[in-house]
C-alpha cells in the first residue's frame, strides 16, 4: 500500500517512537491521526504532521472507538494501524520493594497487550465494512520490543507483554488474512526516546555501546523507515522484525 493520502493511526504517537512514525508516513502523504493519552502531545505531533489529535487510552473501547470515529471525520476510514503505546516498569519478583504487586503486573499487561490487541480489534471491525484498495484493505503494524525474547532481571511484565504481542501477530495475520488486511510486529532494541531521557550522555553511550553495530542506540527515524516499509511491502506478513543492531543483553 502507498502511504499518499491513507488515513494513519498512531497510538503512542505523541512521542517517541509513534511521533517518528507519525513524521515517516506524513513525509509520504498521509493523514496522521495521533492517538495518546497525553492530550498536549498528541496535539504537538498532530500540529507537526498537519494531522489531528485523539485523545484517548488504548486500553478503553469506548475511548478507542469514539477516537476512530473523530479521525474518519477527519481523515475518511483508516488503512493503517500503528500501534506504539507502551508503558514499562522495573521491579524484582521479591525486593527490597517487597514482593511484587498484581496489581503493577497487571497494568503493564493492561496496557501494552490488551491495549494493543483492543485497538487492532476495534480498527479491524471498522476496515472489514469497508472495500478494498488493490489487493488489500489495511495493514497493522504492532510494537514489541527486543525483551520479548530476552530475560533481564526486574523486566518480568515488560517480557510477558511484548512476547505476548509477538504471539497474537501470526495468529492475528492469519485470522484477518481473509479479510486482505496484513498484520506485523517490530521488535525495536534500544532507541533514543522520551524512555531514556532520564539518562546522561556517559550512560546513553555505554548503552549504545552494546550495540554490535552501528554502535549506538537507535534513532526513532529508523523505526519510521521501517514502518513505512512494512507498510509499502504487500508480502510481509505475520512477522516479528527485530531492529536492534544485533543487541543480545545479559541479564
Ligand atoms: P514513549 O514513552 O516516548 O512514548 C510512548 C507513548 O505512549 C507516550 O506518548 C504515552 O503517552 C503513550 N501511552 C502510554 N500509555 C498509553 C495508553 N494507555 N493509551 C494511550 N497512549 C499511551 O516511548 P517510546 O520509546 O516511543 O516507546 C514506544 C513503544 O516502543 C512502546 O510500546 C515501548 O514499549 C516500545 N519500545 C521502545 C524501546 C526504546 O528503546 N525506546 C525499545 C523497545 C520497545
Redesign the pocket.
Known sequence: MQLKDVAVLI??????????TARAMAAKGAKIGV????KE??EKVAAEVKGIALH????SEEQIKAAIAKAEAAHGVARVLM??????GSQRIVGRDGVYPLEKFARIIN??LI?TFNCLRLFAERLVTIEPVGEERGVIIN?????AYEGQIGQIA?SAS?GGVVGLTLPAARDLASQKIRVNTI??????????MGLNEEARKSLGAQVPHPSR??D?AEYGMLAVHIVENPMLNGETIRLDGAIRMAP
Open positions: 497510538t503512542g504517537g505523541g512521542s517517541g517512537l509513534g511521533a517518528a492517538i495518546d493519552q497525553s502531545n498528541a484517548a487510552d488504548v486500553t500501534n506504539c503505546a507502551g508503558i514499562g496496557v501494552n491495549g510494537t514489541a520490543s527486543v525483551a515488560y511484548k521488535a525495536p532494541g534500544l532507541f533514543f526516546t522520551p524512555l531514556l542506540l537507535g526513532a
